[in-house]
């Protein structure tokens, strides 16, 4: 009977389904069916399956008007199955994406500095002065920390998909993707403490706009080759945010209505925002507020 509904792309009816040796009906196997009927559930691709209905002895038969009825449900739970197929290859796309982005991030950021990293230390051992060698070792050490704050937020990439919800983290490295191609080049993000364990949905919102506001200026204004973006949670006293980069620095008059609304963003939570050009060039952002308690 299904097969035939299969074969057809119609809806298939019998009214005594005892007298009809043709068909073998699973249904029977659970009760005691008169009646019964299939429809194909059928899509852009074709049929794809069947739904199968009976009516027991006693009951009248189905109609053509329940036939009619039945298939109109069945195209629309074709329609719901490919939606939800093509919701599913969605994320599976989105996933393949991510993966070849930390693959990415993994390449530029973490095995570049783990490969400088072994350069140096080999280095050393042509180096006889005590000092330089410390100071030297001391600079290692420093860039292996960074790297794995580096290989962190990568992993963390790995575990927690885009679409998780608003967290602290997925939210900043949303719009450091978005950030993307405007920049001509992938952003660096940092993590420090437990961002997404103390960090309120409005705060997210708050540090989303912070951070969107400082890339879009960089791509804007800067003429950058590297972004650095640190968000940093200390206890659960402040919350902090770094965005560094390495181009022009700041115009003889910069426009002041992105930096006033960073300012007044930072004012409204109690926190501060400061904007500078360090010795050696570029720009540096410092947005910092108060963790409620």
Excluded: C, Y
């Amino acid at each position: 009977m299904v097969e035939l509904a299969l074969e057809t792309g119609r809806g298939v009816r019998i009214g005594a389904i005892a007298d009809n040796q043709r068909f073998n009906l699973h249904l029977r196997q659970v009760a005691n069916i008169k009646a019964a009927m299939a429809v194909p559930l059928t899509g852009t691709t074709g049929a794809n399956g069947a739904i199968v209905m009976g009516r027991l002895p006693g009951r009248p038969g189905f109609g053509s008007a329940d036939l009619e009825m039945a298939e109109a449900f069945a195209n629309q739970a074709a329609i719901s199955q490919e939606l939800a197929a093509a919701r599913l290859n969605q994320q599976r796309l989105a996933v393949l994406e991510d993966r070849e982005r930390i693959a990415r991030d993994l390449h530029d950021h973490v095995i570049q500095r783990l490969f400088a990293a072994g350069l140096s230390l080999e280095s050393l051992v042509t180096v006889k002065d005590e000092e330089r060698s410390r100071h030297k070792l001391s600079r290692v050490v420093d860039d292996l920390d960074e790297t794995i704050r580096q290989l962190r937020t990568s992993i963390f990439g790995l575990r927690v998909p885009a679409s998780d919800g608003p967290g602290l983290r997925s939210a900043v490295l949303t719009v450091a993707d978005q950030a993307r191609p405007a920049l001509g080049f992938s952003p660096s993000v940092r993590f420090i403490g437990p961002v997404d364990t103390v960090v309120t949905d409005r705060l997210t919102a708050e540090v989303e706009a912070v951070v969107r506001e400082a890339a879009t200026n960089a791509a804007k204004h800067a003429h950058a080759t590297e972004l650095v973006i640190e968000v940093h949670v200390e206890g659960t006293d402040s919350l902090t945010i770094d965005i560094a980069d390495d181009g022009v620095g700041l115009p003889p008059a910069p426009r002041r209505s992105g930096l006033a609304n960073l300012h007044q963003r930072a004012s409204d939570l109690g926190g501060t925002f400061s904007l500078e050009t360090p010795a050696n060039g570029g720009t540096r952002l410092r947005w910092t507020i108060p963790l409620p308690k």
